[in-house]
């Protein structure tokens, strides 16, 4: 889940649909409403925004004073000096910058802002595999080797691993083909954009104007196809040739950034960790590796949700997350370009844990998990230590009941309630009513909590930019921020209070079925979670909460 949907066009058979496409006519990087639209009061737009600023006015009316909650970003790393984010930074204040020493003892060197577990002395990880491509590679010795005999005793012997490697092989053989034929399509519209360009002849892309090219050869055939194709496309149509020339090479370039590693990410042979990183990847029980590196080599994802949490306003940008006046980023690196590793994520979870997180935004899935029952007791060491667990429910519309997106916190999809109580998984709506679940989030009425905006979602990246993303990666950031916010003014409430607070009081929408996709049957209303969480968990003294029951008397108006 790294990688978000693409904001470029998709080609399939040059055949177009959009990831995503704006609902205004203004340039959306000069559209100051749609850049802080996931904010918005529901009540009085009818956009379904997560009310942030009336929370604030809310919880302060009633006289609370906020603590600072330190939020973990488990992720691809984090540009901690970008000029949004820098003053809600975490600081270790145990550990003394650049001493080379582990001043506080916890077995990390010089962690002043956090952690990097997918780097090492020889540097840090970029692309690694999927899980997929490292269960294949590991098991067809074992399940398919050349003794036939003995295959069938392995498969019969471990039956559960048998099952696993079975599931990855199916993913692998169908992902591996689908990533190098996407790969070599764009490559081939990459190359064929000059020649675009010029049968365009300086006119601008309508249905009209490419109808009327007369290709030459069947390079020129291939150039105008596409460009009858884009001609359709609402983003592209009208535009001059120089215009479109940049456009589409924006685009393309952002398609092959996706599809480019995809020829490691299901490569058997690719295996970057134990050069970079070297560790016993096999022990489990290890934990002190790693290096402080807290941004890597490719940070956009981390930083956007960094952004999303608690980015303040820059300068002419006024971009804002939903903790931005009470959450500090602990910058945990934990996700390369590919499926993050469970040793890693069980490690990253407890780090962030031990170090004073209260917060933790998983924004990243994977549909087999080797190592899960080690990140389930990093769940359990994470619940009895009162921390909340905020998980993307994942991008690829599907029901996560029957296409699980690990970590989950069902060990069993047939169980009745998951086995953890600290952990809200997350579905990403949009700025449209009539089309609240984005296209691409996964979703399922028992093991999906809440939806919250996940789509044209306006946030930092690195290089001290911003930038539109989208993905369920995106709306888990904007409820680990309102958790943020709860925690920060009541701060005894517990990880099931948050979760409570927030599913009961969202608001709710049935157009579409989409009060089917979660248990809340709506997207979150952070001010409406205040109430709730006021009404019913808070004592009034220094803190202090009510112990949740079963049975609420005190909600709040939907």
Known sequence: MKKVLLAAVFLVGFGFSHAQEAKTESDPMKNKDLMTWYH?????????????DNAYKYLESKGLKPKTVVVGVLDSGVQVDHPGLVKNVWSNPNEVPGNGKDDDRNGYIDDVHGWNFIGGKNGDIDVDNMEVTRVVAKYKPVFEGEDSAKNKANQAKMPEEFAMYMKSKEIFTKKSVEARQGFQTYTMISEAIP???????????????????????????????????????????GK???????????????????????EKQYNLDYDPRKEVVGDNYDDYSEKNYGNNHYEGPDAEHGTHVAGIIAGLPNGSEMQYGVASKVAKIMSVRTVPNGDERDKDVANAIRYAVDNGAKVLNMSFGKPVSPG?????????????KGVLLVKAAGNENEDVAEHL??????KNVADEKPFVNNVLVVGASTNDNNALRASFSNYNKKMVNVFAPGQEIYSTVPHSQYKYLQ???????????????LLAYMPNLTPAQII????????????????????????????KAAEYAYNNFYNGKSGAS???TKSVKKTVKK
Do not use: H, R
Not at 40 to 52: E, L, P, Q, S
Not at 508 to 524: K, L, R
């Open 40 to 52: 918005k009061d529901f009540a009085t737009t009818k956009i379904y925004g997560v009310n942030t």
């Open 195 to 237: 020649t675009m360009v010029k049968l365009l002849n300086g006119k601008a892309i309508t249905p009209e104007n490419v109808a009327a090219i007369k290709p030459a050869d069947p390079k020129e055939a291939i150039a105008a196809q596409v460009l009858a194709q884009v001609a359709q496309s609402p983003e592209f149509k």
């Open 240 to 262: 001059s040739a120089a215009e479109f020339e940049k456009a589409m090479s924006g685009q393309i370039k952002e398609a092959l950034d996706y599809f480019g590693p995809q």
């Open 372 to 384: 899960k029952n080690v990140v389930w007791d990093a769940f359990k060491y994470a619940q009895d």
């Open 405 to 410: 997106a690990y970590p989950t916190n069902f």
């Open 471 to 485: 993905g369920t990666s995106m709306a888990s950031p904007v409820v680990a921020g309102a958790a943020a916010v």
């Open 500 to 527: 409570e607070s927030l599913v009961k009081s969202s608001n709710p929408a049935t157009a579409n079925e989409f009060g089917t996709y979660s248990e809340a049957g709506g997207v979150i209303d952070l001010k």
């Open 546 to 548: 009510k112990k949740a």
